[in-house]
């Protein structure tokens, strides 16, 4: 798979997941299941990398999936406990797994392109 699909599935993912979890978390904050700071707090996190996944830097996919894995445990939970909102959860999963497995590999293909890595030392 090259890198230019790779990045365009990753983004298009990415924005996938935000509006999805924008959504839920400002429904939830409406509707007074949770408060709307709380709900904004929630949202917040997952903003964090979008300048710079809508770019395609290699680096902000690399550490943008240690915040993914902060809603899979949110995904993974509300899977476990409840059953109302099953649907939601297993899409919720299904494509935070899709991302946590794009991320990484497209960071990791486009910085081998870029030449970008760690230095080796030189004796």
């Known amino acids: ?18 509006l999805l979890l924008a959504g839920w978390f400002v429904n939830k904050g409406v509707t007074g299941e949770y408060s709307l700071p709380f ?7 997952i903003l ?5 996944v809508i770019q395609g830097k290699p680096y902000t996919y690399a550490w943008g999936s240690f915040i993914i894995c902060l809603y899979m445990l949110h995904g993974l939970t509300l899977l476990y406990v409840t ?41």
Request: with cysteine; charged share 20%.
């Open 1 to 18: 798979m090259s890198t230019d699909m790779l990045f365009k599935l990753c983004r298009a993912g990415y924005l996938l997941l935000v």
């Open 39 to 45: 709900a904004l707090l929630w949202i917040i996190p």
């Open 48 to 52: 964090l990398p979008l300048k710079g």
């Open 83 to 123: 059953e109302e909102y099953f649907a939601f959860a297993l899409i919720e999963v299904l494509l935070l797994g899709a991302l946590l497995i794009g991320f990484p590999f497209y960071a990791r293909l486009r910085g081998r392109e870029l030449g970008l890595g760690l230095k080796k030392n030189k004796k």
